[in-house]
């Protein structure tokens, strides 16, 4: 959490300088999240923000909510997060990253925090996006807001 606002504030203060080389390197994207089944129904948004030091790697941020409504569950559950990334591009067509996830479940009464440490790999289609996998190494089967420690993205940036 404390590494989140640190780099909040820089980039607050970065926009407050107007240092237009810093802006050049910070890409906006994110992810939207639509599942609907006769079981349940499932809407995410996840917008983040990175900054690329250079070709190879990228840092940034990233908040998320995610509603989920289960046919057979009266109070439907809302998922709010926040979390950090790091980016690694060893060639053109492969990407290795680390994210880590402050997840917030509220469902009825229940409320409840779960972490996520992510090691993830994908390929780059283009430019702009990149699909892969990623593995949650703090999976808890009991808490976990996903069925599965491995979960597939796909990350859009523009």
């Known amino acids: 959490m404390f ?10 203060y970065s926009q407050k300088n107007n240092n237009s080389s810093f ?6 994207g994110g992810g939207i999240n639509l599942n609907f089944s006769n ?17 190879k790697i990228a840092t940034g941020i990233s908040i998320s909510y995610l509603y ?24 053109d ?15 009825g ?12 790999a994908g390929y780059n289609i283009n430019a702009n996006i990149n699909a892969g996998i990623r593995y949650d190494l703090l999976y808890d089967k009991n808490k976990s807001i996903y069925p599965s420690a491995i979960t597939p993205f796909i990350r859009i940036y523009f």
Do not use: M
């Not at 590494?3 to 607050?12: E, K, N, P, R, T």
């Not at 067509?93 to 996830?101: A, C, K, P, V």
């Open 3 to 12: 590494l989140f606002l640190f780099l909040f504030h820089f980039f607050l």
């Open 23 to 28: 802006w050049d390197k910070v890409q906006f």
């Open 39 to 55: 079981q349940n129904t499932i809407i995410g948004l996840s917008p983040s923000a990175i900054y690329n030091f250079n070709e």
């Open 68 to 91: 989920v409504k289960d046919r057979n569950v009266l109070d439907a559950l809302n998922v709010y997060g926040a979390g950090v990334l790091f980016r690694y591009q060893p060639i």
């Open 93 to 107: 067509e492969i990407q290795l990253s680390t994210e880590f996830e402050q997840n917030f479940l509220k469902q």
């Open 109 to 120: 009464n229940i409320s409840q925090t779960v972490p996520a440490l992510y090691l993830g």
